[in-house]
């Protein structure tokens, strides 16, 4: 069973409250990109067994979007943090780094 | 206009403990910047309940606050009241970037009590339920078994679950196999 904190209503809600939203941090591209551009949009995606950074909404609950920092393999939780930013935070970056050190996903380190 | 009624009509089941739906009760969803003077004014001017902290219910009777989200209130008032506090609310709010909306119709109201209703809510909700955890006041939004509800602790220990109106004859059912005689587990 997944446990993840909401960051919004302070909720450690579990996985039966939560809808998964898919990758984090994906940059649109939209009217007026190439054919490359919309299709990494569309279709491209990590697939890491490891560190991944994803969406999640907490839908019965307080229904805001927000993100999780975990691990693929262990299912372990680094740290959740809101939906207002383009990249994980500096202390979502190292409490990741604490457990996995060197970890890099997309463009993040 | 036709006589308003409530979802299942007072409709009411005793086991383990009293489960009641409590008729028809007027519900106004506020969302806005909660910090702001307009939004405060708005939602403690129609129910004289002081603004919620996170997660908490400020409720009398049919009056009350509910905290939904760190944007929303769920602002309780008497049903035959509606229409006046909602063109209140939206006076007061103003110019204020917000939203002011009866949803009363749209919602049914039960009430859990009895010793063991923790126990009951416990068998339907991912909510920890431990005195400790969860005691009067605190509010919260969640799911009842396959459906969402929000419910508060009263300061006599009964819940208040709100759900929505389409949903309400399986919620009332819900709580009534939870309230089954016989079906206390005692783990509170
Ligand atoms: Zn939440």
Known sequence: MLILHCPYCGVDADETELAAGGEAHLKRFGPGSSDDELHGYLFTRENPKGVHLERWRHASGCGKWFHAARCTATLEVFGTYKAQVSGPPQEIRDAISAKRPGWSWREFS | MSKPVSALMGAAYDGIVRVEECGLQ??????????????????????????PGQRRANVAGQSGLCWMSPDELLVLVPHAEVGDKLAAMTKALGNAHSLA???????????????????????????????????????????????????WMEEDGSFRIICFRSVADYVFKLLKVAAQPGSAVGVF
Do not use: C, H, W, Y
């Open chain 2, 26 to 51: 007027g519900m106004i969803t506020l969302r806005g910047d909660l910090a702001s003077k307009p939004v405060a004014a708005a939602a403690t001017g129609a129910t004289g309940q002081d603004m």
């Open chain 2, 101 to 151: 909306v009866d949803v009363s119709d749209a919602r049914a109201m039960f009430r859990v009590s009895g010793a063991n209703a923790r126990e009951v809510m416990a068998k339907l909700a991912p909510v920890d339920f431990a005195p400790g955890a969860f005691g009067p006041g605190d509010f919260r939004r969640s799911r009842l078994a396959q459906v969402a509800g929000a419910f």
